[in-house]
């Protein structure tokens, strides 16, 4: 298998993607990248393939529709196993997440399935973000924290690094979310089959170039997949709780005869 392959996809990104890449290319020897661009009409396509012909380390994925991060990723997943990556990376476009912390996240995966950068471990710390989003970050960590039952801190965090033996033990193919969901869908996924998942901290910038993605439909359509997920989780458990006592042997009262 080949080294790692970085995914990072765009949508009317022409203003970051040579910088980031050229940072990629510069923060890890040997790494590829792959472009997964959803038909931006500012051209960010044309400037990716720009890009490709003047590294051969660089490959575009061009699709027709904007149809989300998630859809982008899986595309970029199965675009990376199918070329025989060993590690596959998740990176937003928006200069966002640092180039410069790859190397490290990339060798915690000699231990672990799945590595989380993440922004609310300590060492962690965000940069110029505004109030409402700090506010909107914890507070949706901390409901998935408390809805799934799990102690990951950063769940909603897209900089990500994968094996990808691991990852094809997740059923990609019945994903459906999308967006600032679709991160915790995957984590939800690796923790159920079982994978070894670690967090390290990230310095997290938010974009200097560019227009954010994040909107409210995403954002309430998180909230109703996490509960529908904690709900399901607690339902299996008192399913299994109940079939456990049902397994129990039956303790019988026996008299005993007492001297006289």
């Not at 590294?55 to 027709?64: G, K, Y």
């Not at 939800?188 to 670690?198: M, S, Y």
């Not at 909230?223 to 079939?243: Q, Y």
Request: glycine share 10%; with cysteine.
């Amino acid at each position: 298998m080949t080294s790692a392959l970085v995914i990072i996809p765009t949508y009317n990104e022409s203003e970051n993607i040579v910088a980031l890449v050229q940072r990629v290319l510069a923060a890890v020897p040997g790494v590829s990248v792959l472009v997964v661009d959803d038909g931006s009409p500012d051209g960010t396509g044309a400037i990716a393939d720009g890009l490709a012909g003047a590294h051969p380390a660089v490959h575009v994925l061009h699709r027709t529709a904007k149809e989300g991060l998630g859809a982008a990723y899986l595309a970029g997943f199965t675009w990376g196993i199918e070329a025989g990556f060993a590690r596959l990376v998740e990176m937003d476009a928006d200069g966002s997440h640092h180039p410069e912390e790859l190397p490290g996240m990339l060798s915690l995966l000699d231990d672990n399935d799945l590595v989380l950068g993440s922004r609310w471990v300590t060492g962690g710390s965000v940069e110029n973000w505004p109030l409402r989003r700090l506010a909107l970050s914890r507070g949706g960590n901390l409901y998935t924290r408390m809805a799934l039952g799990i102690r990951i801190k950063d769940a909603t965090g897209g900089f990500r690094a994968f094996r990808s033996d691991a990852l094809q033990r997740i059923n990609l193919t019945s994903v459906a979310s999308h967006g600032y969901c679709f991160q915790i869908d995957l984590l939800w996924r690796a923790l159920e089959r079982g994978l070894r998942v670690v967090e390290t901290p990230i310095t997290f910038t938010e974009r200097l170039a560019g227009e954010s993605k994040m909107s409210g439909s995403i954002v309430r359509e998180s909230l109703a997949r996490v509960t529908r997920w904690g709900l399901e989780r607690r339902a299996r458990e008192m399913r299994e709780l109940f079939l456990h006592h049902r397994r129990l042997p039956s303790v019988r009262a026996t008299q005993v005869a007492l001297p006289h």
